[in-house]
């Protein structure tokens, strides 16, 4: 972040990107082709470390893999450890949910975006507590929005105060306006775990 330089004591928000399947391989510029990555090369400041780990081809999201990157990073850089997002899009939507469900603590709010949990929205109760905002295009034909509808359905009956955005005229491209939209930002850097 701007700033991070100047003062070598103050810690930051970190932000751990989950890409979709589209841009897994070897070639981490392909990152940078949609979310936080993709706002960073534009030169947009969000005030976060950001971190866009990139899974092999042929692979998924491994929660564990990205827990363990999680540690990694917040105990090397100068992270604020009640101040850790979870985020991705599609693929990486699946792995947000996913490693949340297996590591309901380690994380200050999630945004999934298109993803979903298969039958995991049956233990939504692991997850009642962490602050979520979900994003699908109601136009969805790659991940059908009722993954994220089902989920969301589940938080809020066991208690969760869970958003969900539906864009009316967004297919599988919902990240593009969720991402861009300030007030996900303004709301996600307002989540602290220690407030919990």
Same mark, same amino acid.
């Given at each position: 972040? $701007?700033?991070? &330089? =100047?003062? $070598?004591?103050q810690t930051w928000p970190l932000i751990v990107f989950l890409h979709g399947a589209g841009e897994r391989g070897d070639d981490l510029n392909v990152l940078k082709k949609h979310g936080p990555p993709k706002l960073v090369e534009q030169g947009k400041d969000l005030g976060a470390i950001v971190a866009s780990p990139q899974a092999p081809a042929g692979?998924?999201?491994n929660p564990h @893999? *990205? $827990? +363990? %990157? @999680?540690? =990694? %990073? +917040?105990?090397?850089l100068r992270v604020d450890r009640d101040r850790i997002y979870l985020t991705g899009l599609s693929m990486g939507?699946?792995?947000t949910w996913e490693t949340a469900i297996e590591y309901p603590d380690l994380? +200050?709010?999630l945004v999934p975006i298109c993803g979903g949990t298969g039958v995991r929205w049956l233990v939504a109760e692991r997850i009642k507590h962490l602050p979520d905002w979900s994003f699908h295009g109601q136009k969805d034909?790659? *991940? &059908?929005p009722a993954q994220s509808e089902k989920i969301h359905a589940a938080l809020k009956k066991a208690g969760s105060d869970a958003r969900l955005t539906l864009y009316p005229d967004a297919a599988h491209d919902s990240w593009t306006p969720a991402y861009n939209d300030p007030g996900l930002w303004e709301w996600l850097f307002s989540q602290r775990r220690a407030a919990r």
């Open positions: 972040p $701007k700033g991070s &330089e =100047e003062d $070598k004591t692979s998924i999201w @893999t *990205v $827990k +363990a %990157l @999680t540690e =990694e %990073l +917040a105990s090397t939507g699946y792995g994380y +200050a709010a034909t790659v *991940v &059908e």
